[in-house]
C-alpha cells in the first residue's frame, strides 16, 4: 500500500515562531487533506489540497503532486496550535484515508 | 465543519460486554468511515460505507461489524469487548461527489 511519512515527529516552539511540516506519499493520490487533531481528540479539517497552494488565515499548504510532498506552513504560531497534526491521503477517489504518523506540535507562551 | 456526531464520548466496560459506538450525520453523505486510533499513533481505517446497505472492511483488520440501514446513520459493534480493543474510535463522511472528509468528536473506548 501507499506509505505516508510526515516530519519532523515532534516540534517545540515559541508563540509568534514560524514552523514548516513536511507530508511525502510515495504514490500518485487523488486526495490529500491536512488535519488538526485538538488535546480532545476531534479531528479537525484544515485543507483540501491535492495539488497547488492554499491559505487560510495563519497556515498555508503547498502540494506538490509530481515530487510527492506537501507542506504546511504555520505562521506566527499560537498556543491554540499544539495538538497533532495529520496529512492523510487517498489513491482512489473513494476516501479510504491513509494517514501518516502525524506531527506532535507544541507551542510555548 | 460537518455536523457529525458519536455517542458516547467515553466508555469504560468489562471484558466480554456487548457494545455499540453509534455514529449520526445530519449532511445526507452518501460515504461514511470507521477509523481506529491507538493512543499516539495514526488512524487506521476499519469500516467504510458507500450508501444504505453498503458496508467493507478496511485495511485494518477489526472485529467490529457495522451496518448501514439508514444514510445518517453508522453504528459499529463489538459482540464481545477485549481489552485489545480499548482505543479510540472515529467515525467520518463524506458527500457523494465531494472531497473532504469530516470527522466526529471520537469514543474513547476502554476494555477492562
Known amino acids: 500500500g501507499i506509505q505516508v511519512e510526515q516530519s519532523p515527529p515532534d516540534l517545540i516552539l515559541q508563540e509568534g515562531a514560524n514552523s514548516t511540516l513536511r507530508c511525502n506519499f510515495s504514490?500518485?493520490?487523488?486526495?490529500l487533506q491536512w488535519f488538526h487533531q485538538n488535546p480532545w481528540g476531534q479531528l479537525i479539517n484544515l485543507f483540501y489540497?491535492?495539488?497547488g497552494t492554499k491559505q487560510n488565515g495563519r497556515l498555508s499548504a503547498t502540494t506538490v503532486a509530481t515530487e510527492r510532498y506537501s507542506l504546511l506552513y504555520i505562521s506566527s504560531s499560537q498556543t491554540t496550535d499544539s495538538g497533532v497534526y495529520f496529512c492523510a491521503v487517498d489513491l482512489t477517489s473513494y476516501g479510504k484515508l491513509t494517514f501518516g504518523q502525524g506531527t506532535i506540535l507544541t507551542v510555548h507562551p | 465543519e460537518a455536523d457529525i456526531y458519536q455517542t458516547p464520548r467515553y466508555l469504560v466496560i468489562g471484558t466480554g460486554k456487548k457494545i455499540t459506538l453509534e455514529c449520526s450525520q445530519t449532511?445526507?453523505?452518501?460515504?461514511m468511515y470507521w477509523y481506529q486510533q491507538d493512543p499516539g499513533m495514526e488512524l487506521h481505517l476499519i469500516h467504510y460505507?458507500?450508501?444504505?446497505?453498503?458496508?467493507e472492511k478496511g485495511d485494518l483488520s477489526s472485529e467490529s461489524t457495522v451496518s448501514r440501514i439508514r444514510t445518517e446513520h453508522f453504528p459499529l459493534t463489538l459482540e464481545s469487548a477485549r481489552p485489545s480493543h480499548t482505543s479510540q474510535y472515529l467515525c467520518?463522511?463524506?458527500?457523494?461527489?465531494?472531497?473532504?472528509?469530516?470527522f466526529g468528536a471520537g469514543t474513547r473506548l476502554s476494555v477492562l
Open positions: 449532511m445526507g453523505h452518501d460515504k
Open positions: 467520518a463522511s463524506r458527500a457523494g461527489g465531494g472531497n473532504i472528509q469530516y
Open positions: 504514490d500518485s493520490v487523488n486526495n
Open positions: 489540497i491535492p495539488s
Open positions: 460505507s458507500y450508501g444504505v446497505n453498503s458496508t
